[in-house]
């Protein structure tokens, strides 16, 4: 009988799995409350290994759920999975280095069909399927409908036994937010020139082994959801000469080689890498050494203020205030104002707008007969009319860095604006069919480090890693984030770097906040906040501001009562530049 197939049902699943991520070390993994990566082979069951036995007389439902509970409990090569395996199943079996995490709340039950004797049973898992821990640490979302089918066998001593255990590893989202801890590994994009969070899981236990662990995701590279949005600045022929280890003086070494011939500026950007990364795992001064002196000449030993404000270009002025859309105009959200020039006199019939990160540009979604027209110039300033225009286009959004404006054409293409040399705007086309084909996109959001779209589609939340190849752009590896909790999605935008916000029609969550990779969503508190909420701006270190049925809100942390925006609007739209 196959034993797999486990996949989603209805429930909230906030929490993710990851097991077995690089080699053999994950294969059992070390129990805490913090996730980490372990590396090294997985290999087969060694004469230390204890497996203890399981209850006398354990009946074969109970079986199942305690194989299913023993998966991330400490030991080697899933010793404690083991226990609940016959004599043969326990020498042969190995799983593969993937995890699927399920509802806390799942059933075994009987298979239906009669079995073959009476000494064999056929057990069904039936649950929800949260997502995978794939290879490189990164949850996977996937909510697929779950049926995970255990053949048990009744022994020669009358115990029951699994006898086909299945070919991949399963346990609770309770279990593996027990057992694992995320770090946001860091990798560089080039055109924005700074450092992306790749949100991924390493064991948590032993504490001492995190530094070792997170370096080793370093080194393998970006996660599938970045690859190709980031650049992997410790790819072959760069790898970790020995052990990350801890001095007596409690001074991190990294000792690397592979580093011959690369240029002292890319040195830096490695040391910066390795420095952001693991500060989530070590408040210790980092030696970083390549081949066994120091890795930036002069400098062996680092902190996080040592490093530059990489990407300070792209954070937002304390000047700039935020501003909104009400009644056709644009006004601004410092003092409720209209903005100089016809964006904020009444010449143009705003629809929506964006303002430039540096705030010195102006884009807005004008009305233009039955439909729409997009306008691009200098704040305060007469817009230039674009060619770009169709029945609807979403709110403009700036991609950092590049100077260029996306906006969703009828739901159905995406419109990169350049300017050229001539000081025109001239509309580029982007390559968005993995993420169109999901369904017409109502809302489109570059992240602040310019790797990342956000996107609302059928009124669900979508994420994407922008991937450039040349002249040309494009949208890759759609994640559908929180599918079965989240629904009736009207707005988004980013909140932290692996962070967005949405605002939904859903009275009892009109404001969540959901990690980049869908494993966690939290509800921000709902007082004070007249269903339905309709529009929101975020960015770091700014208050979120949403709009409601009776005008402007904001907070900054969940559990924070809504207050009134002190230049509240009705059917107001804020956004901050971005």
Not at 500 to 520: E, H, I, L, M, N
């Amino acid at each position: 009988m196959k034993p797999h197939a486990l996949r989603g049902a209805g429930g909230k699943l906030l929490v993710s799995v990851l097991c077995l991520l690089l080699l053999a070390s994950c294969a059992n993994v070390p129990l805490e409350s913090q996730p980490q990566v372990v590396s090294g082979e997985r290999q087969g069951q060694s004469s230390g290994d204890v497996v203890p036995e399981p209850p006398l007389n354990i009946d074969p439902l109970s079986l199942v759920r305690a194989f299913v509970g023993a998966t991330l409990k400490p030991g080697q090569n899933n010793a404690a999975s083991r226990a609940y395996l016959d004599e043969q199943s326990r020498a042969s079996w190995r799983p593969s280095r993937s995890l699927t995490i399920i509802q806390d709340t799942f059933g075994t039950v009987y298979d239906t069909a009669p079995p073959p004797d009476p000494n064999t049973q056929v057990v069904n898992v039936r649950g929800t399927d949260i997502g995978t821990l794939d290879q490189n640490s990164a949850f996977v979302p996937d909510y697929s409908s779950a049926l995970l089918q255990v053949k048990v066998r009744k022994q020669a001593n009358n115990q029951w036994r699994i006898v086909d255990p299945p070919a991949d590893l399963y346990a609770t989202e309770s279990d593996f937010t027990e057992n694992y801890t995320p770090v946001p590994v860091s990798f560089y994009a080039e055109s924005s020139a700074t450092f992306v969070p790749d949100r991924r899981y390493v064991v948590a236990k032993p504490q001492s082994g995190l530094p070792g662990r997170v370096m080793d995701l370093l080194v393998s590279g970006p996660s599938a959801g970045l690859t190709g949005a980031v650049k992997n600045l410790l790819g072959e022929p760069i790898e970790i000469d020995t052990n990350v280890k801890s001095l007596d003086d409690g001074t991190l070494v990294v000792p690397l080689t592979g580093l011959s011939g690369v240029p002292d500026d890319i040195r830096n950007l490695i040391a910066a890498q390795i420095v952001l990364s693991l500060q989530y795992v070590t408040s210790a001064r980092i030696r970083i050494l390549a081949d066994g002196a120091p890795l930036v000449p002069n400098h062996p030993d680092w902190r996080q203020n040592d490093l530059p404000a990489y990407g300070a270009s792209l954070s937002i002025s304390p000047q700039l205030l935020g501003l909104m859309t009400v009644g056709g105009r644009v006004r601004s959200l410092g003092d409720g104002a209209p903005v100089p020039g016809p964006a904020g006199n009444g010449a143009y019939d705003v629809v929506s707008a964006a303002q430039s990160i540096d705030g010195k540009r102006l884009a807005v979604v004008e009305r233009n007969g039955g439909g729409v027209r997009l306008r691009i110039g200098d704040y305060g300033r007469d817009l230039a009319m674009t060619s770009l225009g169709g029945s609807s286009l979403t709110r403009p959004t700036w991609r950092p860095g590049t100077g260029e404006l996306w906006t969703v054409v009828d739901g159905l293409s995406v419109g990169r604006m350049v300017l050229d040399q001539n000081g025109q705007w001239t509309a580029l086309s982007v390559n968005a069919t993995d993420l169109i084909q999901q369904g017409d996109l109502t809302e489109l959001r570059f992240s602040r480090d310019g790797a990342r779209v956000a996107a609302v589609i059928k009124g669900q939340l979508w994420v994407a890693s922008v991937v450039v190849n040349g002249d040309s752009v494009s949208l890759r590896e759609p994640r559908h984030l929180q599918p079965h909790d989240l629904e009736d999605v009207v707005d988004v935008d980013w909140v932290a770097p692996d962070a967005v916000v949405a605002v939904t029609k859903s009275p009892s969550q009109p404001v969540v906040k959901v990690t980049v990779d869908g494993q966690r969503l939290d509800a921000f508190n709902s007082s004070n906040l007249t269903p339905t909420v309709h529009g929101v701006t975020a960015a770091t270190g700014r208050p979120i501001v949403v709009v409601d049925a009776n005008g402007l809100w904001t907070a900054s942390v969940l559990g924070e009562v809504w207050r009134p925006h002190s230049h509240t609007m009705k059917d107001a739209d804020p956004f901050y530049p971005g």
